[in-house]
């Protein structure tokens, strides 16, 4: 992969014949088998992805300051291979098996107690997947999360499988723009939670750089401008990955409104975004082997992201 090849142009790892091996590996042969033969998946990934293998060493430079060692990529890589497995077990058993602790949960509460919804950013990081299993704990808390479905075909499918009513949930985000601001708006009428991740933007979203990890970074805008729209509670969730079948989901509030003033949007979008990369970084520097962008996030190539469009949201009511 160039330094310039857009996230969304790499294939999707394994195809549906893997996924499927997986999930039969899963769930007749337990999360113990399923967890040894991680490792020599994880090194067949590390040896045949060498972009994805370069982007890890790149962003774990910038975590520690100094070139990882070949284990410490091999360790990146299997946090992903292992939170991957664990979506499969999360969707088919909900919490059964896992410790998952939750800060911040109360806050989440005081957000919606008066029935108006609440915007969920979280980021890929962790399992956004355990945030789905408290739902066994809080059955009143319905979830709706923004997903493109069309970038990982094979793991929606298989996903799906697992649990239907979880991808009935799913307001499909490679809909066109009008479409997916209208079911999050109709989700937020009815009380519901809309989680969408906030730090990576698709090929083609507007972008924005913020500071993120020693040097500018583009963080796509669309979130912020659906709050704008929405005017509903703003948290941040971050479900960070401790190893084994630990996990732990943090919810932060972010703004109880969102307010991007129509003819200033630069230095307010501007804010926001660092304020998101700063608390992206802060976790990241908690559990370093949770971020999962396996592709030039900064654009080392000089590559400038898009200057924002002034008219961008008016679509959906901004």
């Keep these: 992969m160039s330094t310039n090849e857009h996230w969304q142009s790499r294939p ?30 994880t090194f067949y990934f590390y040896v045949r992805r060498a972009p994805e293998r370069k982007a890890s060493k790149q962003y774990l430079q910038r975590v520690f300051g100094k070139p990882p060692m070949p284990w410490q990529v091999f360790r990146h890589l299997h ?41 969920l950013f979280g980021s890929h990081q962790g399992s956004f997947e355990a945030l789905r299993a ?8 319905l979830l709706r999360v923004v997903l493109d479905k069309q970038k990982t075909p094979a793991m929606t499918e298989l996903l799906e499988a697992l ?74 969730c971050f479900g960070l990955y401790l190893g084994g079948n630990r996990y732990r989901l943090v919810f ?23 304020a998101y990369a700063q608390r992206l970084e802060h976790y990241i520097h908690l559990a370093p082997y949770n971020w999962f962008n396996f592709f030039d996030f900064w654009q080392d190539d000089g590559a400038a992201a898009p200057a924002i469009d002034e008219t961008a949201g008016e679509h959906v009511g901004a």
Excluded: N
Excluded at 134 to 141: A, E, K
């Design 252 to 274: 932060e509030p972010m703004a109880e409104r969102v307010h991007i003033p129509r003819h200033d949007r630069g230095p307010a979008l501007d804010a926001l975004i660092a």
């Design 134 to 141: 408290i739902g066994t704990r809080r059955p009143d808390l």
């Design 12 to 41: 999707e790892g394994g195809g549906r014949f893997a996924m499927w091996l997986i999930r039969a590996i899963a769930l007749y042969g337990g999360r113990r088998l399923g967890r040894i033969l991680l490792y020599p998946i």
């Design 79 to 119: 946090a992903y291979a292992a939170t991957t497995l664990d979506r499969i077990f999360l969707l088919a058993h909900g919490e059964k098996g896992f410790e998952i602790e939750t800060v911040g949960l109360e806050m989440l509460d005081r957000q919606l107690e008066f029935g108006r919804g609440a915007l």
């Design 163 to 236: 649990a239907p009513e979880v991808g009935a949930y799913v307001i499909d985000a490679s809909r066109d723009g009008t479409s997916i601001a209208l079911a999050m708006a109709e989700a937020c009428q009815a009380g519901q939670l809309v989680a969408m991740l906030a730090d990576r933007g698709r090929g083609h979203e507007v972008l924005r750089r913020a500071p993120f990890l020693g040097s500018p970074a583009p963080f796509p805008v669309t979130p912020w401008l659906m709050a704008h729209t929405l005017q509903v509670p703003v948290m941040l």
